[in-house]
RNA sequence: GGUGCGGUGGCGGAGAGGCUACGCUGCGGCCUGCAAAGCCGUCUACACCGGUUCGAAUCCGGUCCGCACCUCCA
């Protein structure tokens, strides 16, 4: 069994053997969600990819530090604060606590450190005077603009040259840039916009630099991993870059910032691009109220991180179905006892596929396997599907315990009715009556009770 | 126009020169009073055209077709 990890580095676009850069602690870094709406199945396939990458590293190294940051400021919120003349922080505050709730749903852990843009304002002001000290950027009518041409190395992420951008640019381009590729560090605000007093006015800061600042001051340089969903690549990712790489000194190789990218593959819905124009965002909010968040989160999982989803109905459904499966075998095996040393060598399969770039389907796969086997009558040790689902436990945070199935509340009276029906149905049973014990089947079936005959006894649960 | 990713059975989805991946669905059976679950069995695959090879879904060349990014986006 290997215990080294490879992950696929979207800066060299291969394949790659994780080493880090100090094994005592690795540090990652991930761009997290403008707090303006609801979470969408987009920001939770981020949010889980990464709390996978978290888990596995934290199964081989002692130490990680996974930050990932909340955007408070941004034009969207603004627009958004105009629209329904909501305080702007009133709108962050709520989303961000949403963000954070419906993330918890799908067991995504709480990241380690969790910075907001509006609280490194000053330290984005101190870098953006350091860029324009160093000649990278420049101040033309209360805006601040870093200088691509200054950057040896610009583009190295997205392997676009300079001018191969300009070339496909499709917006107009700022008649005050030096170069048509320079981006916005610092923008003057109007009157009813958000402010912050620096050397060049009153403004706010462009989005690029808050990531380069906080990922600075968490977590310091360089850092392991910059995780992101794959269209941050370009331009934010590469700007970055360019940022950081300046603010360490002069021709630093992006590697310098972050050594290792990490980005994971876009969701669609129903094989078109989740839009709002299109109107087909799915909301974790509302996904939870059929499913539950160990359903949607076996979804994600099901294609690999870097392959395009493809959401619809039946990744939904084919993952519950697949959750009750693996359910049901957690309560078989639940009292079957397993050392330490069989955990680990009954597991090499499985850790292989997840060390091998995060392979979850294979995953599933092996475990599927298995789980047939141990229905093949003794050819599998229970011991070791056992160790497996712990294994998938740990390192998916599958947690294999809650039903997949929604839980109604239901009432101590309701809770009685139902349950003197079925135990009329089951005398019904007893006399042979079966015609009458259809009938309360039908009846419980309209108030909403599915129920299940077992060897000893009926058990039953509400469906609506 | 540029850059990148990809085309696998009814659907989802791994693999990557020789060994049934796997799951869902369908079909046939076992088991159940019925139902559900479970169990057993089972049918459709590697976009197209060439080449390399004893052997290609996998490697090489070409063709066609998708998708994403280049603009706020996870």
Redesign the pocket.
């Known amino acids: 069994m290997k215990n080294e990890l490879k992950i696929f580095d979207?800066l060299s676009?291969k394949k790659t053997n994780f080493i880090p850069f100090d094994k005592q602690n690795i540090r990652i870094y991930a761009?997290?969600?403008?707090v303006?709406?609801f979470a969408?199945?987009?920001?939770a396939?981020?949010?889980v990819a990464c709390d996978v990458l978290v888990r596995v590293l934290r199964s081989i190294y002692p130490k990680v530090t996974y930050v990932s940051n909340i955007?408070d400021i941004?034009?969207?919120i603004i627009k958004k604060s105009l629209e329904t003349g909501t305080p702007i922080k009133k709108i962050t505050q709520k989303f961000h606590k949403i963000y954070n709730e419906d993330m918890e749903m799908i067991g995504v852990e709480h990241p380690n450190v969790q910075p907001k843009a509006t609280n490194y304002i000053k330290e984005m002001i101190n870098a953006i005077t350091k860029l324009i000290d160093t000649n990278n950027a420049y101040c033309v009518d209360g805006h601040v603009l870093f200088h691509v041409p200054s950057y040896k190395y610009y583009g190295s992420l997205?392997?676009?040259?300079i001018?191969?951008?300009?070339?496909?640019?499709?917006?107009d381009v700022a008649p005050f840039k030096k170069s048509n590729?320079d981006?916005v560090l610092w923008k003057p605000s109007k009157s009813d916009e958000p402010s912050w007093d620096s050397p060049w006015g009153k403004g706010r800061p462009g989005?690029?630099i808050e990531c380069s600042v906080m990922s600075e001051k968490t977590l310091s340089l360089p850092f392991d991993i910059h995780c992101?969903?794959?269209?941050?690549?370009?331009?934010?990712h590469d700007n970055e870059i360019a940022q950081s790489c300046c603010l360490i000194g002069k021709n630093m190789r992006p590697e310098n910032f972050s050594r290792y990218w990490f980005?994971?593959?876009?969701?669609?819905?129903s094989?078109?691009?989740?839009?709002?124009s299109i109107g087909n965002?799915k909301l974790i909010n509302t996904l939870l109220k059929n499913k539950s968040g160990q359903c949607i989160r076996l979804a994600l999982l099901?294609?690999?991180?870097?392959?395009?989803?493809?959401w619809?109905d039946?990744?939904l459904?084919?993952?519950e179905?697949?959750l009750?499966?693996l359910n049901?075998i957690a309560k078989e095996t639940e009292n079957v006892k397993i050392t330490n040393e069989e955990k680990t060598s009954f597991c090499c399969e499985i850790k292989d596929?997840l060390m091998?770039?995060l392979?979850?389907?294979?995953?599933?796969?092996?475990?599927?396997?298995m789980?047939?086997?141990?229905?093949?009558?003794k050819k599998l040790d229970q011991k070791k599907i056992k160790s497996n689902l712990q294994f998938i436990k740990n390192n998916l945070g599958l947690s294999l315990e809650i039903n997949s199935k929604k839980k109604f509340f239901i009432k101590t009276e309701e809770k009685k009715f139902i349950e003197d029906l079925i135990k009329e149905?089951n005398n019904?049973?007893i006399e042979?009556n079966?015609?009458k014990?259809?009938k309360l089947?039908k009846k419980l079936e309209i108030l909403g009770v599915?129920?299940?005959?077992?060897k000893n006894d009926?058990s039953w649960k509400k469906t609506k």
Request: proline fraction near 3%.
């Open positions: 979207s676009n761009c997290g969600p403008t303006y709406d969408h199945i987009g920001n396939r981020m949010a955007t941004d034009d969207k997205s392997k676009r040259s001018e191969e951008q300009i070339a496909g640019n499709r917006i590729a981006f989005w690029h992101g969903g794959a269209d941050l690549r370009f331009p934010h980005h994971n593959g876009f969701v669609q819905v094989g078109e691009k989740m839009s709002k965002i099901s294609s690999h991180y870097r392959q395009p989803l493809n619809t039946s990744v459904e084919q993952a179905k697949n009750e499966r049901r596929a091998d770039d392979n979850t389907p294979n995953v599933f796969g092996i475990l599927f396997k789980t047939k086997q141990l229905s093949e009558k149905r019904a049973r042979k079966f015609e014990a259809d089947r599915e129920i299940s005959d077992t009926t």
